[in-house]
């Protein structure tokens, strides 16, 4: 599997560290054609060059946060993980939707949403 070959070339890493890193890559990997569904590597190897430099990328970001932000990373990882198949291709689809906004539409989504949630405006 991808993580544990990060984590293998990275020195020895705690399982859960490993799934933290999966939720990053899942966050910040570059989205997927339109036509094309979410797929998920099986392995290190199965990654282009761009997708394996982007994933250590993101692997060194996670290491330099602050344990407590490792910590929530992880535990929504794990949630992630438990939700229905169903429920994980919604909320990549509503992340797909989002990532294809032009900045001024996620300004704008954001704005809404602080809005929605009762934050400044």
């Not at 890493?13 to 054609?33: D, E, H, K, N, Q």
């Not at 429920?87 to 996620?106: A, C, G, K, L, V």
């Amino acid at each position: 599997m991808i993580l544990r070959s990060m984590a293998a070339r990275a020195g020895s890493r705690s399982l859960a560290r490993s799934c933290a890193i999966g939720a990053l890559l899942l966050a910040l990997s570059p989205a997927p054609a339109r036509s094309e569904p979410w797929r998920l590597a099986q392995n290190w190897e199965q990654l282009s060059p761009d997708q394996r430099s982007r994933a250590m990328e993101n692997y060194e970001r996670f290491q330099r946060m602050p344990r407590q932000a490792q910590q929530q990373v992880e535990r929504r990882w794990q949630n992630f993980q438990q939700m229905p198949s169903t429920e994980q291709d919604r909320i990549r689809r509503n992340f797909d939707t989002y990532r294809n906004m032009s900045p001024d539409q996620r300004q704008d989504f954001m704005d809404r949403y602080r809005r929605y949630q009762g934050g400044p405006r």
